[in-house]
């Protein structure tokens, strides 16, 4: 049996995305262990506490993440497990991960209406990613995975080899995949809507195929969401090219706007 790691600060947004990965665990049989990285108040933090209180408040918070674990196992029928730790919370995941052999780590994303879509620990983790994550926005629920997009700026066979390790490491879907390919290059291919997208079959998985060259990267993939009613956007993190301008938070504001998709990223070599 897999398990997936969600991490919570109590935020709402946290919360609603254990309540996407308790779904999703249940959906597919795996087991969740809530993960929560203790730390002090501003005010605490400035205050020379004694060995004795700061004791006293990780116990309190370790009994809250318990409380949460066993509610969350009796509503979603499901084997949930806790985790809290004193260090930060990238460094803890990345060792939760190794020690559960987790398959995916789920994170919540921020309300658009704040500054910014992705809080300061899902922006970290995915720019230092080795695992898969995935982000869930505040208004996400999960009702299945009907229809799943990839995008993706790499035209050969990575992204097909790509799904195949989703589906036997991450997320056994059972979904038909649209693979969105994007090229800013204009004279590479043909304009999006002169592109017949084509059908085909790979490693098991029914697979649409479709091309876009607009420079205007969020505006076309958004649209594509839509047309296509994607319940999971799928992208493989770059550090240079198409991902990484789609992690600038301006690009992340336009393209988390409206819509309530989910973002799975999986690490695989370039």
Not at 21 to 36: D, Q, V
């Amino acid at each position: 049996m897999k398990t997936i790691i969600a991490a919570t600060d109590y935020s709402p947004a946290a919360e609603n995305a254990v309540t996407y990965a308790a779904a999703l665990a249940k959906h597919f049989n795996y087991r969740l262990l809530l993960f929560n990285a203790f730390s002090l108040s501003l005010h605490e933090s400035n205050t020379l506490l004694p060995a004795s209180t700061v004791s006293d408040l990780e116990a309190k918070n370790q009994d809250r993440l318990a409380q949460q674990a066993a509610i969350t196992a009796l509503i979603h029928d499901i084997t949930v497990s806790y985790e809290t730790s004193y260090t930060p919370v990238t460094d803890e995941l990345q060792n939760l991960v190794k020690k559960h052999n987790a398959s995916l780590v789920v994170l919540g994303m921020a309300p658009e209406s704040q500054d910014w879509i992705l809080g300061n620990t899902t922006t970290t983790a995915i720019k230092n990613l080795a695992f898969p994550v995935l982000v869930v926005p505040i208004g996400a629920r999960f009702k299945g995975l009907k229809k799943i997009l990839l995008a993706c700026d790499v035209a050969n066979d990575q992204p097909v080899q790509l799904l195949s390790t989703i589906r036997n490491e991450v997320i056994a879907f059972e979904s038909p995949v649209e693979i969105f390919y994007v090229n800013k290059e204009a004279a590479e291919i043909k304009p999006v809507q002169d592109t017949v997208p084509h059908t085909f079959q790979a490693a098991g998985i029914d697979c649409v195929y479709r091309e876009t060259n607009s420079t205007k990267i969020v505006a076309e993939l958004k649209k594509e969401l839509i047309t296509c009613g994607a319940e999971l956007l799928i992208m493989i993190p770059k550090k240079h090219g198409f991902w990484s301008s789609l992690l600038h938070r301006s690009k992340t504001r336009q393209l988390a706007t409206g819509l309530n998709i989910p973002l799975l990223a999986v690490p695989m070599s370039s």
